[in-house]
């Protein structure tokens, strides 16, 4: 299946077949991070570095260390069986996928006698939940070459003192490195079976950098574009999480299928609003690509946001997201509530509350201040923005 490509605003990169002839020296990939969509991540490009001569067929994959139920280490599990077997069971990654439970890596170059480490990396996949992501950063420093190429795959944001971080600015600010984003309508189980779909790459000025993450993941079954609007990108895979957690609760209310198409047309509204006041650089044509619509469309039809919600609906608001969370997810994480209420202290930072009344209204809903069927109450008040 081969997409129509629509040149919209700024420049579009595809993929294309070529691998980078005029590379000097190839390139050696570490993903940081080892869930279900990091190790989908680790699968789609540990396939294209044994295809691709500019890149080192071994890509490493740092595992946050965890004990399995049978008593063996996760990253022992993955390196014997070519298998997550907590995140991703089922599916083989690759046997050139190393999994590394060592960031820093010194203890594991001990035990392998290898010379490939984090700190040998030139391109960084950094795909773990957004929360864990400052304290890896502060590990990092000063442990990578300086001229590393970065992306992020996380969805997320962090809310400082001075005002929210995209997690790409986190990685760029802490660690002194050009970082992209990648985002998508990309739900991991259905892309580790090679099922078509898309994903958009944000990048900020180096068209070349973009084309090599572009030439990295691609896939006759996942279809990559690159934009030149890396907080656009990044904005649309964090913010519909939010909205993600509107549909779920909407699914548990069983307000039928008008009801949720309603919360997402509002939603994907106070998304773009929001992006543009943030970030004046934000264009609108992103909010048509992967990671904008489509993103939103499958996460609030099948993602784990959805999911969560509609369990908390259905129990009248009665067992919190933590508690659903551990049930449903077994040890995936939700991104929606955390960041709802990061959205929700930026728009209460700067008095803009009532103009994004799905977003604060599906934070007051998380933590108890109202009950589910308040989400479809808020649009009592008019949302009051010009933007929406
Ligand atoms: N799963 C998907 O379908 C999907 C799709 C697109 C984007 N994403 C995004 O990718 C990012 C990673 O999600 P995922 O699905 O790979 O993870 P996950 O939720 O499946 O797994 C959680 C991961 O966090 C690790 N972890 C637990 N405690 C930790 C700690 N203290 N420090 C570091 N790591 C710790 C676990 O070992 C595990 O690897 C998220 O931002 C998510 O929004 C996920």
Redesign the pocket.
């Known amino acids: 299946m081969a997409p129509a490509q629509e040149q919209l605003e700024g420049e579009q990169i595809v993929a294309s077949n070529e691998d980078g002839a005029n590379c000097i020296e190839k390139s050696r990939v570490t993903v940081i991070?080892?869930?279900?969509?990091?190790?989908v991540a680790a699968k789609l490009i540990a396939s294209n570095t044994l295809k691709l001569d500019s890149f080192h067929d071994e890509v490493r994959m740092w595992?946050?260390e965890?004990v399995l139920p049978s008593g063996n280490k996760l990253t022992n599990v993955i390196n014997e069986t070519n298998e997550n077997v907590k995140?991703l069971p089922g599916i083989k990654l690759g046997k050139n996928v190393v999994a590394d439970p060592d960031l820093e890596n010194a203890d594991f170059l001990d035990l392998v006698g290898g010379d490939i480490a984090v700190k040998d990396a030139t391109m960084l996949v950094f795909?773990?939940?957004?929360q864990?992501m400052d304290?890896?950063c502060k590990r990092l420093v000063g442990k990578i070459k300086p001229d590393v190429e970065a992306i992020s795959?996380?969805?997320?944001m962090e809310v400082k003192m001075e005002g929210p971080c995209m997690i790409s600015s986190l990685i760029s600010d802490q660690l002194g490195i050009n970082c992209c984003v990648l985002m998508g309508a990309?739900?991991?189980?259905e892309i580790a079976v090679e099922k078509f779909s898309e994903a958009t790459v944000g990048f900020r000025e180096n068209k070349e950098v973009a084309e090599r993450w572009v030439l990295l993941f691609s896939s006759p079954y996942f279809q990559v574009t690159a934009v030149q609007d890396v907080e656009g990108v990044e904005l649309c895979g964090t913010l519909k999480n939010i909205v993600a957690i509107a549909a779920g609760l909407v699914d548990g209310l069983e307000m039928g299928n008008n009801t949720k198409a309603a919360i997402m047309r509002i939603g994907l509204r106070e998304m773009r609003a929001f992006s543009k006041l943030m970030f004046s650089s934000v264009r609108d044509s992103t909010f048509f690509e992967s990671c904008g619509v489509a993103d939103l469309i499958t996460t609030c039809m099948g993602?784990r946001n959805r999911k969560v919600a509609e369990a908390f609906a259905k129990n009248q608001g009665k067992r919190s997201f933590d508690e659903l969370e551990a049930e449903l997810l077994q040890?995936?994480?939700l991104?929606g509530v955390s960041t709802a209420k990061e959205v929700y202290a930026v728009l209460s930072n700067r008095g803009w509350l009532e103009m994004f009344p799905l977003f604060t209204t599906v934070h007051e809903i998380c933590v108890g201040r109202l009950p589910p069927t308040a989400i479809v109450e808020y649009s009592e008040h008019k949302p009051k923005c010009c933007l929406a």
Do not use: D
């Not at 991070?33 to 190790?39: A, D, E, H, L, T």
């Not at 795909?127 to 957004?130: E, G, I, Q």
């Not at 795959?153 to 997320?156: A, C, D, N, V």
């Not at 990309?186 to 189980?189: D, E, G, K, L, T």
């Open positions: 991070g080892s869930g279900n969509w990091g190790s595992v946050y965890e995140y795909v773990t939940p957004h864990f304290a890896i795959l996380i969805k997320g990309n739900i991991a189980n993602g040890g995936q994480k991104q």
